[in-house]
């Protein structure tokens, strides 16, 4: 079979006589018809008006949209969300085009035309979000997490906020989508760093929402906010649309998570000694930052000790300076856990996100990130797949193994836990 790196895919040729289960999505039939299926959506929302109702002539709008580290299909239906706000009269030059970058990189305007397509981005005002810009900035309060809300001024002034992007699981805030496209998308970085700080909580984990404190400070935030109307999808692995989530903040998010998690989890009955996963290739391994949260689903997949081989190209690196420095100044779990308590910083967090799930197994990186950086993040660095398969099978074919073809989609879990 082969397995997805970067733009292009790795052909993986196992040793005989290795037992193997391939650990996928599953099967859902995507829509047959998208466009029919946005507009159904937008104008039958859930526990909201629809959005015709929502806005008037004269008001202005802004869109939130994910960047080019999610992948949600907005170059497909913002022109269709964009026809449905002229032709209930909002003006073109009353609407923008905001994106929710949270602390990642600002992007090229190349890339922010490829996410709305050429269409959008000759008809509307594009704008990068910039979490550190503080004269772009609106204090609108507390949470009761202690969190200050700091968020883009674009956004506040707008007369409507209207959420796009997609769902899936994520490793402390329990799921993607919803109230993020608000916080952290156009958050500040004070108020990113304060609510990532939750996520030493053990109830901060993938596919959780209830009592999860990173998710709850979100969705307070949010609030204060106020986000007018959502849309979200929920895709396939090969980018096919399975839903459109439209209406309320809160309940059209959970009702997308909902089939997230119908579609995603896969349910186990024991970890194998062997786990062989791929990000599902770009923008998923675009960096490391990006690429922990393959290897976080994976590593439940695996036992204490066992041994996994990550595909990860890694094509602009490490993606944070503050991961890589942390990784450096702290070389032990350890270190950084009491580092990370002591004062929490973002980029930190990634760099102990990743230890602490190094302490248990071997990882053996496929990956053209620099050796040096890969050892120094603790993993083993291998110059290629046939590499890594001869150093963990050798001689043993006795070792059970997992194959999981989209490590960022796919979340394992055993039965009861």
């Known amino acids: ?3 997805q790196y970067g733009r292009g895919k790795i052909k993986l040729n196992l040793p005989s006589g290795i037992s193997v289960r391939v650990l996928q999505t599953r099967e859902e039939k995507p829509l047959h018809d998208p466009e029919k299926a946005l507009l159904e959506a937008l104008r039958s929302p859930i526990a909201s008006p ?25 170059e497909f239906f913002l022109p269709v969300l964009v026809d449905e706000l002229v032709g209930v009269g909002i ?138 109307f959502l849309l979200n999808t929920v895709l396939n692995e090969r980018k096919e649309f399975l839903g459109f989530f439209a209406g309320d903040m809160v309940e059209a998010h959970l009702a997308a998570c909902a089939m997230v998690d119908r579609v995603n989890r896969v349910e186990l009955d024991r970890p194998a000694d062997v786990v062989i996963a ?12 990006q690429s922990h949260k393959t290897l976080d689903n994976a590593m439940q997949a695996l036992k204490p000790g066992g041994q996994m081989i990550l595909l990860a190209k890694c094509a602009e690196g490490i993606g944070s300076t503050t991961f890589e420095e942390w990784a450096d100044k702290y070389r032990s779990f350890d270190e950084l856990e009491a580092a990370i308590r002591r004062k929490f910083v973002l980029g930190g967090h990634k760099a102990y996100a990743v230890a602490k799930l190094l302490k248990q ?36 074919r006795d070792q059970s193994t997992y194959i999981i073809p989209q490590g960022s989609l796919v979340v394992p879990r055993l039965r009861g836990s």
């Open 361 to 396: 197994g071997k990882v053996y990186l496929v990956s053209e990130l620099d050796p040096k950086k890969a050892r120094l993040l603790g993993f083993i660095h291998v110059s290629s797949l046939k590499e890594a398969l001869e150093a963990v099978y050798g001689d043993n």
């Open 50 to 74: 629809p959005l015709k109702d929502l806005v008037s002539a004269g008001e202005t709008v802004c869109l939130l949209v994910n960047d080019s580290t999610r992948v949600a299909r907005s």
């Open 278 to 289: 791929s990000c599902g290739g770009y923008p998923k391994d675009i960096n490391m930052y």
């Open 91 to 228: 003006r073109e030059k009353d609407i923008i085009i905001v994106f929710a970058n949270g602390s990642h990189r600002a992007m090229s305007d190349s890339e922010m035309k490829a996410l709305v397509g050429e269409r959008v981005a000759s008809r509307i005002v594009l704008y990068n979000h910039d979490s550190r810009n503080e004269d772009n900035l609106v204090f609108m309060g507390e949470t009761s997490f202690c969190t200050p809300v700091y968020v883009n001024k674009l956004v506040i002034e707008a007369d409507r906020r209207i959420l796009t992007g997609s769902v899936v699981h994520h490793f402390f805030a329990g799921f993607g989508g919803g109230r993020k496209a608000l916080i952290p998308g156009i958050a500040g970085w004070k108020t990113i760093s304060k609510n990532h700080c939750l996520l030493l909580d053990d109830r901060a984990r993938t596919g959780r929402l209830k009592g999860n404190p990173v998710h709850e400070d979100l969705l307070e935030a949010a609030r204060m906010v106020g986000g007018d």
């Open 1 to 3: 079979m082969e397995l």
